[in-house]
């Protein structure tokens, strides 16, 4: 008895410990997207990253490795070593904080400390984006822009405003399936995280919000099409009846059409604000097809178009890169390498998710909807190797949330 006890006791202390420091990674992470709103954690964010990183190593009895992030790993390895970068860039340093991220949000450690802490830092950080939707609220009633014409909300800029309210909507749905939280305030952060990605006029994060949707309804009445069916109705005529409502909110996304569409042809290329930077990100690949030009590496590029205006992908003076899409990006600094590595750990998710839909099908889903929404969102979006963003870390623990959940919910 005295036995039983004792390990209970320490049960409890190590489930106090992983809630103690899932809550303290996220707030670090989610403060990320705020900082020029609220106290900036500045450097000091790396050194809680570091922190937590330790703190979780020493208390995780290590099961095993993810051969895929291993894998992800040298190939980062090679094409640094393979490539001459030039310094200002600094490869190694953004490769040692992408481990740093990676080790502490993606599946590469498996144990069983891990999981539960993913999980729970999963959960944390999804909670506080939604409470900075309940914070963006005045600024959502009062439209306010930011300083570049577009919405922020109390986040520091409309592209982190608009996934944000993404990944909130597809979290909200979640909860409101749940049914143990009150409905009403529920749809009220509905309608309020919806206006605001309208505002945000995102048009790749609206995109990976409908896909995910669609999928997640799709996966939760995959054996009762009717069901589907009348679901897809029922939400098409809420839009209709309330789109009235909601329709004043897309002025941003209707200059950005408007924008993209050729005076000459009339024709709209919903690419154009990118389309320089992707052909570019192709005729890396194409220069270096195998280990790609080097990790976190994007040359200066300044080029104009009839649509856009002026781009610029990389400052030569402190080496920041926008690649422009994650999966052009990952072609263009890992090559083929890289992307088989990566893709194969998103394919390998997909598959946990599906069989987990067994165990706790509404979980499962939520998760690979979540999933869908990056998948899309990184198309436009280079966040996948910017170890340094809110964004980054999100992608990651993503996936290493759904081998966590697979770990405990489908293994056990």
């Not at 481990?99 to 144990?111: C, D, E, H, K, L």
């Not at 005045?138 to 306010?144: D, G, L, R, S, Y």
Request: hydrophobic letters at 55%.
């Amino acid at each position: 008895m005295a036995t039983l006890i004792k390990r209970e006791g320490n049960l409890n202390k190590v489930f106090h410990r992983i809630n103690f420091i899932a809550a303290f990674v996220a707030l670090a992470v989610v403060n990320g997207a705020i900082t020029q709103k609220t106290f900036s954690l500045g450097n000091l964010y790396y050194a809680i990253l570091i922190i937590a990183l330790l703190l979780t190593f020493f208390q995780a009895t290590i099961k095993r490795l993810s051969v895929s992030m291993s894998f992800i790993y040298i190939c980062c390895m090679l094409s640094i070593l393979l490539n001459d970068i030039p310094t200002v860039y600094q490869p190694w340093a953004r490769f040692g904080l992408f481990v740093i991220v990676t080790v502490i949000a993606s599946p590469f450690i498996q144990s069983n400390f891990y999981d539960k802490f993913r999980i729970n830092l999963f959960k944390y950080i999804h909670n506080l984006l939604i409470l900075i939707m309940v914070f963006s609220i005045p600024a959502i009633i009062f439209n306010e822009r930011s300083a570049g014409g577009f919405f922020a909300g109390i986040t520091n800029h409309s592209m982190l405003i608009a996934p944000i309210s993404a990944i909130s909507l597809i979290t909200l749905i979640y909860y409101l399936y749940l049914n143990k939280f009150n409905r009403i305030i529920i749809i009220i952060l509905i309608a309020f995280s919806f206006v605001a990605l309208l505002l945000a006029a995102s048009r790749i994060s609206l995109a990976g919000f409908v896909l995910a949707m669609v999928f997640f309804f799709y996966r939760k009445n995959r054996h009762n099409m009717r069901e589907f069916a009348k679901t897809g109705i029922s939400i098409l005529a809420i839009f209709i009846l309330t789109y009235p409502l909601w329709n004043g909110y897309m002025e941003g996304i209707e200059k950005k059409n408007e924008a993209a569409i050729n005076a000459e042809t009339g024709e709209m290329n919903l690419a154009s604000s990118r389309e320089i930077i992707w052909i570019q990100r192709i005729k890396e690949f194409h220069s270096s097809p195998i280990v790609g030009i080097g990790f976190c590496y994007a040359p200066l590029v300044v080029g104009k178009n009839e649509y856009s205006g002026e781009f610029i992908t990389a400052n030569t003076y402190d080496g920041n890169i926008e690649p422009g899409s994650s999966w052009l990006g990952v072609f263009s600094m890992t090559g083929l390498l890289g992307f088989l590595g990566i893709i194969s750990l998103w394919i390998r998710s997909f598959r946990m998710c599906f069989k987990m839909e067994k165990k706790d099908n509404l979980y499962a889903i939520y998760l690979s909807s979540m999933m869908v929404f990056w998948c899309v969102h990184m198309i436009a979006e280079g966040e996948i190797f910017s170890a340094g963003g809110v964004l980054c870390f999100m992608v990651w623990l993503g996936v290493g949330t759904v081998q966590a959940a697979y770990n405990v919910l489908y293994k056990q």
